[in-house]
């Protein structure tokens, strides 16, 4: 069975840090873009961070720059989002996403098209507040 499964979320006091990470099961994320989604409360689900098949190109969202780090340990067939200096409207549900291809060894799907996603995990909340 084909999964990706997030963890590493929890309640964090504003300016803390967080690892989130992102195992797949059942197949290997060498040929996959991966991304790294989420939704507040009340919120449309925005895309946050995301990394090329080849690990050559990263993007963030404008709001993350500078906090936020994505990685890929092909080793441990895991992506990982490295979130450091959260804030409370950091507040959400996160996800990953794996889009299978070669389009994306080099560059990863735009953080605004979801439908490019092939796989989705169910999510891990993260609760910044004091």
């Known amino acids: 069975q084909l999964q990706l499964v997030e963890s590493g979320g929890g309640l964090v006091r504003p300016g803390g840090s967080l690892r989130l990470s992102c195992r797949a099961s059942g197949f290997s994320l060498n040929h996959y873009a991966l991304a790294w989604f989420r939704q507040a409360p009340g919120k449309e689900r925005e895309g946050v961070s995301s990394?090329?098949?080849?690990?050559?190109?990263?993007h963030y969202v404008d709001s993350v720059k500078g906090r936020f780090t994505i990685s890929k340990d092909m080793a441990e067939n895991t992506v990982y989002l490295q979130m450091s200096s959260l804030k409370p409207e950091d507040t959400a549900d996160y996800y990953c996403a794996a889009a299978y291809g070669s389009s994306w060894y080099m560059q990863p799907p735009s953080l605004t098209a979801e439908y490019e996603y092939d796989y989705w995990g169910r999510g891990t909340r993260v609760t910044v507040s004091s």
């Open positions: 990394i090329s098949a080849h690990s050559s190109t990263t």
